[in-house]
């Protein structure tokens, strides 16, 4: 089955700097790859998502890469605020399956 | 936005214990997953369900029984709990039109097994 793998466990920047999280998958069939955010003691929320049928998307300071040859995608956060630390979870599901896998997570903090 | 509730929020039982844990989504989605979140292992899926009366087997679903009395509400059993269960168990829901669907979490319920 499909296995993600997100790179980073923790990551540590100023507020302001740019942040960038990469997970890898291993199913070609993978089509859909959501983003979600957990702050502390709450439930996870999705905030940005991309398709195989394009390589980048951006929602405000949020931009998903995707690249399928290599099986890579990643979230760059730019501008970075203290409100965006989080953990953050990559995933991936198949086209109109709504079975996702996710990643391990990767806490971001941001420092002023 | 989805509603998503759990019920407990925290549950301590001991080893052989039996558990319920309760989830309810008041959008009318129609599936409904059940989760477990560990350090280093991010959030890895039990089980879940595309409707009253339907269950469908997970990644990690040993020791864990699931049932969908309703669209609304979708439990998880734990018949006789272990300490491997301990755990930060999320429940989600799911109904979008199309091809793909964002999932809406509940708050979370800690389980610790003594």
């Known amino acids: 089955g499909e296995k993600v793998e997100q790179h980073e466990s923790t990551l540590s920047v100023r507020e302001g700097d740019s942040a960038v999280i990469n997970c890898t998958y291993t199913d070609t069939a993978s089509s859909y790859f959501p983003w979600y955010k957990q702050e502390a003691g709450k439930g996870l929320h999705f905030v940005i998502d991309i398709r195989s049928n394009v390589d980048r998307k951006q929602s405000q300071r949020l931009i998903v890469l995707l690249d399928k040859k290599a099986k890579r995608f990643s979230l760059h956060i730019t501008a970075t605020q203290p409100e965006d630390s989080a953990i953050y979870f990559c995933a991936a599901s198949m086209t109109g399956g709504y079975k996702v896998v996710f990643g391990s997570g990767t806490r971001l903090l941001v420092s002023p | 936005e989805a509603a998503v509730t759990q019920s407990p929020r925290n549950k301590v039982t001991v080893t052989g214990g039996n558990v319920t844990l309760s989830c309810r989504q008041t959008?009318?989605?129609?599936?409904m997953y059940w989760y477990r979140q560990d350090t280093g292992h991010g959030l890895r899926l039990i089980h879940y369900?595309?409707?009253?009366?339907?269950?469908q087997i997970g990644d990690v679903p040993d020791g864990y029984k699931a049932t969908r009395t309703t669209q609304e509400d979708f439990f998880l059993l734990l018949e006789l709990a272990s300490p491997s269960q301990t755990s930060l168990y999320f429940c989600?829901?799911?109904?979008?039109?199309?091809?793909?669907?964002?999932?809406?979490f509940g708050p979370g319920t800690r389980l610790t097994v003594l």
């Open positions: 369900s595309y409707g009253a009366g339907n269950l």
């Open positions: 989600a829901s799911s109904g979008g039109t199309g091809n793909y669907a964002e999932q809406f």
């Open positions: 959008n009318s989605h129609n599936y």
